[in-house]
């Protein structure tokens, strides 16, 4: 199951929007994720079937850079450093690539459950 958002509730509110954007950033970059390398989705535990199938089904690619910059931020945490600037992570690359793959798969789990709860009556 994926984590509650209040995000769109935000976005549908411009004010809020407006208001909430400045501190949203602020504590993007006071995690300190970006300083090591990662993204936000690299931080979703890997406890659930649900992300564990997520994971499988990321392109080649995508699951390669993924493990790449969790083996160099656990270096980096070993270590107790941090990556030279050009290396960290920019805020417009921080984009999710795992998020949308697990509400699909949450999707097709209830579409499923649905469909195998549902009852077919006689006229």
């Given at each position: 199951?994926?984590?509650p958002s209040l995000a ?10 407006r208001f909430l954007t ?85 999707a097709e789990l209830k ?13």
């Amino acid at each position: 199951m994926s984590q509650p958002s209040l995000a769109p509730y935000v976005l549908k509110r411009p004010f809020l929007q407006r208001f909430l954007t400045p501190f949203a950033n602020w504590y993007a970059n006071a995690a300190g994720y970006r300083k090591l390398g990662l993204r936000a989705d690299d931080l979703i535990p890997e406890e659930s079937d649900v992300v564990l199938q997520a994971i499988k089904r990321l392109p080649p690619k995508e699951s390669y850079d993924r493990v790449f910059r969790l083996r160099r931020a656990f270096q980096c945490s070993l270590s107790h450093q941090l990556l030279p600037k050009e290396q960290q992570t920019p805020p417009e690359e921080d984009t999710p690539y795992l998020s949308p793959i697990i509400r699909e798969i949450e999707a097709e789990l209830k579409e499923r459950d649905d469909l195998d709860s549902l009852v077919v009556k006689r006229r």
